[in-house]
């Protein structure tokens, strides 16, 4: 059955909705944003860490440096909609791999610092 283009809007507000729902059940401290043990609470509640394919902890941790954008140890709502929505895409097997990064990890086992490697190896390349 094809979903009309208003009915596909409709259920992606109804996801967004209980998503962020959820996010402010689990920001225990009214913060506005979830820390690592705040998110790993709600991860478990929710059955997600038992339904990631890849190893949970590792994940969690790789998705929260990743989105955690700013470098604060906590994530905003913006910052966790990537982490959710990586969690989810592992859980269907749509995992986005990132073999570039994982080889520049090496610098000191920083992703972020490894990017910036990275970048500015790309950008001494075109010079």
Known sequence: ???SYIEALRIA????ARVKSNFV???LDKSGTVDMDELMVML???GLLAKLRTNS???VRDMFVKYD???????SWEEYTGLYNAAIDDILGRRKKE???????KYDGNIQEARRRLAMERAAQKA
């Open 1 to 3: 059955k094809q979903v």
């Open 13 to 16: 507000e109804e996801r967004e």
């Open 25 to 27: 059940k689990y920001d």
């Open 44 to 46: 478990e509640d929710l």
């Open 57 to 59: 902890k590792d994940f």
């Open 69 to 75: 954008v700013n470098g604060d140890g906590e994530l």
């Open 99 to 105: 073999p570039e990064l994982k080889k520049h990890a």
